[in-house]
């Protein structure tokens, strides 16, 4: 429980996106859900650094951006571990499990801040990318606990605004750090603050046992993780290839859009900068907008919506690809696009799996590491070989991929709730 007396100025503090959400949504979400997401933060800063300090980290590990690049495919890899780490969330307290990922993070801050060479720093990174998973997981799963699926979307999408603060005030910050001293120092201090914020989430946070919750059939079958595949219904495996479809899509132009500035129009590592800036904005808009649209646009039809407009975006692309400025704004658009349906799609995660949140947030994690597992080497091959255009028409073909399977679901989903209506009671 909330251990402050109330109206102090430190829970009136602590209430600032609660302040957002009425009545109808439950007390521990209200009062709660700017420490949650301030953690998400943390540890996203902690995860984005690396993205547009790549060349700043190799110079002082005294390696090529090519080798740091393989380091964070491994870190990459550790995505996969995420049905596991599900299984292993679903059987702790919810506040455990959110100060156990976040402390994980600051720990592997402090390794790559000490780090004396590429391996251990690989290890770091490593450290934070699985225990992100624990906190992504913990902290959907929190929210499925206490907030019902047709008012999901709005608490999801608060909590996902860490991703695009992560990267607009966490990884600014650290930036500055940088300037002022080194990375070592900006992942050091970025471990110490999340150090701080671990302990306002044992403080703060309700000791929620959120494995001791009422059995199901799915809890009550054992560790088993052969079940857990099986009690996916088809409909989960129409947003598990959603999702893997609408991340092939988004690498697929992500990854080569720098390339493609520099190569075609020669600008400096500043504009990248102020283009990566623009990203994290933008997609905090679309976070925003998701709080605010998805749960009555509905959230299959947002998914969908959101990936014909990065059909659009990457097709127009195609046209516009000799002029920077036009191209520069339709990756823009394309990237909210897609920030919009992911967010807009996380709250099916926790319903992938009846009954057991943790393990359906986890696929839905292992089917993004996927997405981008499976177009990073084919979108930069044909990046190598054709230009950008390939890279477009890739990431084009994936969105198209990815609003067919959730039309799909959406459509076999309304005709379970349509046969489960017309069943006699």
């Not at 005294?62 to 599900?86: H, K, M, N, R, Y």
């Not at 990922?101 to 790559?112: D, N």
């Not at 907030?147 to 930036?175: D, H, I, K, T, Y």
């Not at 970025?190 to 309700?206: K, S």
Request: proline share 5%; aromatic share 8%.
């Amino acid at each position: 429980m909330d251990r402050r007396p109330p109206g102090t100025t430190a829970v009136r503090s602590a209430r600032v996106l609660g302040r957002t959400l009425d009545d109808s949504f439950a007390e521990a979400i209200r009062r709660d859900i700017t420490t949650v997401t301030t953690a998400r933060l943390c540890a996203n800063a902690l995860f984005r650094y690396i993205g547009p300090f790549l060349a700043v980290v190799a110079d002082g590990l005294d390696v090529s951006v090519a080798e740091l690049g393989i380091a964070l495919t491994v870190a990459q890899v550790c995505g996969f571990a995420a049905p596991a780490i599900g299984r292993l969330v679903d059987h702790l307290p919810r506040r455990r499990s959110i100060a156990i990922g976040l402390a994980g993070c600051a720990v592997g801050g402090l390794v790559v801040a000490v780090c004396p060479g590429v391996v251990w720093f690989t290890v770091g990174l490593m450290t934070i990318s699985t225990f992100n998973i624990v906190l992504v997981v913990g902290t959907g799963s929190w929210i499925a606990d206490h907030v019902p699926f047709a008012q999901r979307s709005r608490v999801v999408g608060l909590n996902e605004m860490s991703w695009a603060l992560g990267l607009l005030v966490g990884v600014s910050a650290m930036g500055l750090v940088t300037a002022a001293s080194s990375w070592r120092w900006a992942y050091g201090t970025a471990a110490l603050v999340a150090g701080v914020v671990v302990i306002v989430v044992l403080t703060r946070l309700d000791q929620d046992p959120g494995a001791s919750k009422a059995p199901t059939p799915a809890t009550t079958a054992g560790p088993n993780p052969a079940s857990v595949w099986s009690l996916v219904p088809s409909t989960g495996w129409l947003a598990i290839a959603g999702v893997i479809a609408l991340t092939a899509a988004s690498e697929s132009l992500f990854v080569t859009f720098g390339p493609w500035l520099q190569d075609e129009f020669g600008v400096s590592d500043a504009v990248l900068a102020v283009t990566t800036f623009a990203l994290g904005a933008v997609e905090l808009g679309a976070s925003g907008l998701s709080m605010t649209r998805t749960d009555r646009w509905g959230k299959e039809l947002s998914v969908v919506g959101g990936s014909a407009v990065m059909v659009v975006a990457a097709l127009s692309f195609l046209t516009l690809d000799q002029w920077a400025v036009p191209g520069m704004i339709l990756i823009v658009v394309f990237i909210g696009a897609f920030e919009f349906s992911i967010v807009s799609l996380i709250p099916v995660g926790a319903e992938l799996v009846p009954g057991l949140p943790g393990r359906g947030l986890g696929l839905l994690m292992a089917a993004a590491t996927l997405g981008r597992a499976i177009t990073t080497i084919p979108t930069t091959w044909l990046y190598d070989r054709v230009g950008i255009a390939a890279s477009a028409t890739l990431a084009a073909t994936w969105a198209a991929v990815a609003a067919a399977a959730v039309l799909m679901r959406h459509r076999r989903v309304g005709e379970v709730d349509v046969g489960a209506m017309a069943q006699p009671r």
